[in-house]
């Protein structure tokens, strides 16, 4: 799978809308949960593998290739930290995790 660009066809677009680009990128297995554990602040490859728990270390190391080349993490001193692109995305996040919550206690299937 290709890394989700703008203007190009992605998952759910074959026009590559910007929305459904992005929507590509952090639907990924484990892009999200990344971009949660490191607002928790800057850790390395080992230290966020252990935030994220059951992640494999090829997935963690392709997404965090893919969310680098996104401009949402990079590299710091102390590992891997969100960049103000990435505390904005997490941010804007937040009140989906609150809205998700109410959600799942009213949800019956």
Excluded at 38 to 47: D, K, Q, V
Excluded at 48 to 62: F, G, V, Y
Excluded at 88 to 106: D, G, N, S, V
Aim: with cysteine.
């Amino acid at each position: 799978m290709s890394f989700p660009t703008p203007g190009k066809p992605v998952r759910g677009s074959k026009s590559g809308n910007h929305l459904m680009a992005l929507f590509d990128l952090l639907g990924r297995s484990w892009a999200m949960g990344i971009i949660w554990r490191l607002n928790e602040g800057p850790c390395t490859f080992r230290a966020l593998q252990e935030r994220c728990e059951s992640i494999s270390p090829s997935t963690l190391n392709k997404r965090l290739k893919e969310l680098t080349t996104a401009a949402l993490i990079q590299r710091t001193v102390e590992g891997y930290g969100l960049t103000d692109k990435g505390e904005e995305i997490f941010q804007l996040l937040h009140p989906l995790e609150t809205w998700a919550r109410t959600w799942a206690k009213e949800f019956n299937p």
